[in-house]
């Protein structure tokens, strides 16, 4: 069991601080979001402050810099990780193909929602028309979750940290849990509306 311990503290050093901090990070804004958006959505407690566009404009802008400093602490936690040197080939080409992947899904995901449909708009009532169907959502569920989940992972092969991909999975399974709660209450919004709009027709 010590040689195994002392063949993988060779890839990740769990006794780095930044490592634990960059963990709490990646966790907090979803659940922040979640939590506060929920909140908004049965009780309205921002929107009678200060109305309900400017209140998600508020928590956009809240969940906007939680995700650069998120992405500051990521980076980090990378370079107090050991380095493992990777070929070129991984290094360089495929993760920026990977990270260049993620971010294009992240931009067309932002350009297809809008502002307030990327942050959180539904809780606070600021609905599209009709649920957004169009690229990427035509071929991809939740292609921002899965454009932000690439970019951990370009990032992680190109600073060369294996721990990066842990933290990668990470993520992963942090979105998860946060789509087990967020898929099905979208899901009822627009099926509410379609509903509202076919007694109107």
Not at 57 to 85: C, E, K, N, S, W
Not at 163 to 192: C, K, N, R, W
Request: glycine share 6%.
């Amino acid at each position: 069991m010590a040689d195994i311990l002392k063949q993988l503290s060779a890839y990740v050093d769990p006794y780095q601080r930044s490592l634990y901090v960059c963990l709490i990070s990646i966790a907090a804004s979803p659940l922040a979001w979640n939590v506060i958006g929920r909140n908004e959505y049965k009780n309205h407690t921002l929107s009678k402050l200060v109305g309900a566009r400017v209140a998600c404009t508020i928590l956009g802008i809240m969940i906007f810099l939680a995700g650069l400093l998120r992405d500051v602490l990521y980076r980090i936690a990378l370079h107090d990780q050991p380095r493992y040197p990777l070929p070129y080939e991984i290094q360089t080409v495929l993760s920026w193909i990977i990270f260049g992947a993620g971010n294009f899904l992240v931009a067309t995901s932002y350009h297809a929602l809008g502002f307030y449909g990327t942050f959180a708009g539904d809780y606070f009532g600021i609905l599209h028309e009709k649920r957004v169907t169009t690229f990427p959502f035509n071929i991809l569920d939740n292609p921002m979750y899965l454009g932000a989940e690439l970019c951990f992972i370009g990032a992680a092969l190109w600073y060369e940290r294996p721990a990066g991909l842990l933290i990668s999975l990470y993520v992963h399974l942090t979105y998860a849990v946060a789509l087990h709660f967020e898929s099905p209450f979208t899901d009822m919004i627009y099926s509410q509306l379609g509903s509202s709009a076919q007694k109107h027709d």
